[in-house]
């Protein structure tokens, strides 16, 4: 049974069973549902976070550091800048680095693997082995890749994450050279899975030409993204140096965010790398999480169809009626406006802002860049007038990526998984560090509130209501 067949297949027992699955699900639905009072009851702190929306202490990590609060001089806690540390270093000094560099995320990435900055001759080293590492095994585009294209990028990666066990001669094992060699590999091949499934979705799916361009070795990761990505391969220095700044900051952000909490949990169970991986990618796949900056793109398309000349007081008009559930979804919220950590700003998105405003000189889009910052502005005092948010609210990280993407002619199906491409090296160093340090299984109790039930045989049971 070939693609298209087992596709109608599903298609025709979806049909079929349509009226059996309603009447289960309204069963599932019915039996699924717990009394909301029974969580203050336990105490349970429901997302792992407390009532103050404070993680949950649950483990320990030097690999990078989140502050969002500051003290007053009593001690208080109190809403401050947000400041991102890699390793211990500010991630700001990180980026400015010096001018003129080529690799600033493979710099990152080394910094997060090993615990310190490369000298000049160790980071030429590690990037001549990223270089040889990114490359698939024969046929694995043909065979893997465009034989099956599916309609979602992420589910693709996820695929072809745990195809590529079967190609490894040491795929169970998790000694630390063996991880460590996994997760070089997958770091240098995860811009080649994500551009090459992407055009075997337009090929197949949007009747697009198809090309495949081979990886250059004397070029940075963010320079192959561009050339493999582009039909002429071609792309300013400008184009290429946010696309990189985009993959520093999206490398790492804490052991409690879900995916990388993913990578300790299933770590944890001493499963293989690729299992791992998988298992992070399923959980950045969610809106919640690395799906976000689409969603922001998504309202800024419905907002400059409603106020194409991006009047102020119209803008500030329609994003009234967002808040209230009168427009775009009717969800009530800003996409891309505030984050459950960061109080006052998050520090990816104040150094994301400045370059998309470099870019947005370069592809002659200043007013939509202009537009974008009325709008957080707008958002902010809005959000802070209608919803009391205690810890202010302002831009993440997520506001402004996504016009960046944008603005590079990136392909909106790719703007999670290009976040999977930088966030690979976070899930490496946490996955390396769990194996080093963790030892048990992480196992969190869940408080059971079912009422005991005597079974009852088969012949005396009856259809529940």
Not at 83 to 92: S, V
Not at 140 to 160: E, H, Q, W
Not at 267 to 296: C, E, F, Q, R
């Amino acid at each position: 049974m070939n693609y298209s067949e087992l596709r109608d297949h599903l298609l025709t027992n979806l049909s079929k069973y349509a009226q059996d699955i309603m009447e289960m699900t309204k069963m599932a639905q019915k039996s699924d549902i717990i009394n909301p009072k029974l969580y203050e009851k336990y105490d349970v702190k429901r997302g792992l976070r407390d009532i103050n929306g404070n993680g949950v202490v649950c483990g320990l990590t030097e690999i990078s550091e989140i502050v969002a609060f500051g003290k007053d001089a009593d001690g208080n806690k109190i809403p401050a800048d947000g400041q991102l540390y890699y390793r211990g270093i500010d991630i700001r000094e990180l980026v400015k680095g010096e001018q003129g560099r080529r690799f600033d995320f493979e710099e990152a990435t080394y910094l997060l693997l090993f615990g310190h900055l490369p000298t000049k001759s160790q980071l030429e080293r590690f990037c001549e082995i990223l270089a040889d590492f990114r490359t698939l095994p024969p046929s694995f585009v043909r065979d893997i890749i465009m034989k099956a294209p599916s309609r979602d990028m992420m589910n693709m990666l996820a695929r072809c994450v745990l195809s590529l066990y079967s190609y490894d001669p040491k795929p169970d094992d998790v000694s630390k050279k063996n991880v460590l060699r996994q997760s070089l590999q997958l770091i240098a091949q995860f811009p080649l899975l994500t551009v090459y499934s992407q055009k075997a979705y337009q090929y197949y799916h949007s009747d697009a030409s198809l090309f495949i361009h081979k990886p250059r070795k004397e070029l940075s990761t963010a320079e192959n993204i561009l050339h493999i990505l582009r039909e002429d391969s071609k792309y300013t220095e400008l184009e290429a140096e946010v696309l990189d700044l985009c993959l520093v900051l999206h490398a790492e952000h804490g052991g409690g965010n879900n995916s990388t909490f993913t990578t300790h949990v299933v770590t944890s169970s001493g499963t293989d790398t690729y299992s791992s991986v998988a298992a992070s990618l399923g959980s950045l796949k969610g809106p919640k999480h690395g799906g976000a900056n689409i969603k922001v793109c998504e309202m800024f398309d419905n907002i400059k169809a409603h106020v194409p000349d991006y009047d102020r007081g119209k803008l500030k008009d329609y994003i009234a009626k967002i808040l209230d559930r009168e427009a775009y979804d009717r969800s009530g919220l800003v996409y891309g406006m505030g984050h459950a950590v960061y109080s006052l700003s998050d520090p990816r998105a104040d150094i994301l802002k400045s370059f998309a405003e470099k870019l947005a000189v370069e592809k002659h889009m200043e007013k939509e860049y202009e537009m974008r910052t009325a709008v957080a502005e707008i958002a902010a005092e809005l959000i802070a007038e209608k919803r009391k948010i205690y810890k202010g609210v302002s831009p993440n990280v997520d506001f402004f990526s996504g016009f960046v993407y944008d603005m590079l002619n990136l392909p909106r199906e790719l703007y999670t998984p290009f976040f999977a491409v930088s966030r690979i090296a976070g899930w490496s160093a946490h996955r390396m560090e769990e194996i080093t340090n963790g030892g048990k299984i992480i196992r969190p109790g869940y408080q059971a509130v079912a009422p005991r039930r005597k079974y009852v045989p088969i012949e005396e049971r009856t259809e529940e209501e």
